[in-house]
């Protein structure tokens, strides 16, 4: 029997529509607080193999999750590039010394000797492969990485923003150092990348949690194209690795049919009708997604939401997510529910 949620990801029959949700191990749970305490903080948690593996493994077991999501961060990219990383209370992750300039970036590790440095999330994936194929219950392991346009705002930007408007003034009055940044953190995530499929997760997700940043029409040019890159180049050597595109915030990119490229299945954003991204991509792609996370707060609205989406989506080609990520005061009974209405309004 194969896994659910990659016979899904490639558009075969399942007896149900797979779910998990994104942040699935994370605040929410109180074995995952535990476990963080243990560790010390945030990031010694990303650098335990050992206790990373066991709250990437937590949700299969509380929440009842077709796919068990690597628990690390997009941000260990650019740390393992050479720029010192730290996760401030309050503040979130801060870069010190972001990149303004050529100099900053040639200063800068790339390719394969940045990649070879993240050991710590072969070595989680390693344990989690052993784990889940131990348990014999074929819950899928899925692996990741920030889109290169992503990443590259926290490199100059030194930090999160709600504005982009260092990055973005770089984009509009230096586009070449842009893109040289980009083309130099797209090498480092195609390689990434694939020693996370060696070392033995079943399927990618690509992040672009910054997507919305970019107006439709630089989209491409600035986040969309290195995406497919990446996809091309994993697709050229991993035909049978499902890739998962998620763009949050791209509506208009969307419905103007601009999504292209060799993948298999496109996440859509709560902020995008499901209805629209069926009609403009349901037959090119699967579609994740695409329930609104606040939803889970209350029941009620959780299980409209569900039914709303499986009935747009007819238990066909698709896999039930939030549009973003899980909230970290959602009680785990909402999250179990959400997750237990999936399974039964598609049940075939």
Known sequence: MGKIFVDACLGLETPYTPVWMMRQAGRYLPQYMEVRKQAGNFLNLCHNPKLAAEVTIQPLDIVNVDAAILFSD?????NEMGMKLEFLAGEGPVFDKPISTEDD??????????????????????????????RGDNKALIGFTGAPWTLATYMIEGQGTKTYNICKKMMYSNPELLHKILKKVTEVVKLYMEKQIESGIDVVQIFDSW???????????????????IADYLKSKYPNTPIIMF???????????????????????????????????GDKYVLQGNMEPCRLYDKVATTQCVEGIHSIMGGKRHIFNLGHGILPDVPVENAKHFVSECQRVSKK
């Open 211 to 229: 997507a919305a940043a970019i107006e439709p029409s630089k989209y491409n040019e600035f986040s969309w194209s290195y995406m497919v890159e």
């Open 247 to 281: 763009p949050k915030g791209v509506s208009a990119f969307v419905e103007r049919g601009l999504v292209y490229g060799n993948f298999d299945v496109f996440g859509v954003d709560w902020g995008t009708p499901m209805a629209m991204a069926k009609e403009k991509l």
């Open 74 to 78: 997009i941000l260990v990219v650019p």
């Open 105 to 134: 970036l040639d200063s800068l590790i790339g390719g394969d000797e940045a990649a070879s440095k993240l050991t710590y999330v072969y070595d989680t994936i390693k344990i989690l492969r052993e784990q889940l194929d131990a």
